[in-house]
């Protein structure tokens, strides 16, 4: 009886701390487009253009409610070092399947969402209108997704 006990105890204990711990993710170069003009330069002339993301290596990790997400060039460029942005959100809306936030500031909108059953991040990514010379020209737009993998 005593040795249930402490069997038990023990996975009671084993299991909080498990819970407890934050999980954390590294992922996979993404895959993004971004939205430019084209040729033409007029706000009804636009295309999606393939990023250069070769060098970002983003990072996740998932406390309860807190996001955590870390984006930016992990690899020094050429002349450049490594310049890294973790944005940390604590008060992330999380479902059964994902956990996702927004970041607002002066210019910029993103969403950032980390499915678990795939493993991936989604960053959406919106420019806010301002003052611009052509009133029909779109704001900036680029979506990103990258294949994560705990760590």
């Known amino acids: 009886m005593w040795r249930s006990v402490g069997c038990l105890l023990l996975f009671v204990a084993t299991a909080s701390a498990a819970i407890a711990e934050p999980s954390k993710f590294t992922c996979d170069t993404p895959h993004g487009k971004r939205v430019e003009l084209g040729p033409s330069g007029k706000g009804s002339d636009v295309q999606w253009i393939d990023d250069d993301l070769d060098a970002v290596r983003p990072a996740v990790v998932i406390d309860g409610q807190t996001l955590s997400v ?78 994560c993998h705990e760590q």
């Open 70 to 147: 870390t984006w930016g060039t992990s690899v020094a460029m050429e002349g450049k070092g490594a310049k890294l942005t973790t944005y940390v959100f604590a008060a992330a809306q999380r479902t059964a399947a994902s956990i996702f936030a927004t970041r607002v500031d002066e210019s910029t909108a993103e969403i950032f969402r980390f499915y678990f059953a795939s493993k991936s991040l989604y960053r959406l990514t919106s420019r806010l209108g301002g003052p611009s010379s052509d009133p029909k020209a779109p704001p900036f737009v680029a979506t990103y997704l990258a294949t």
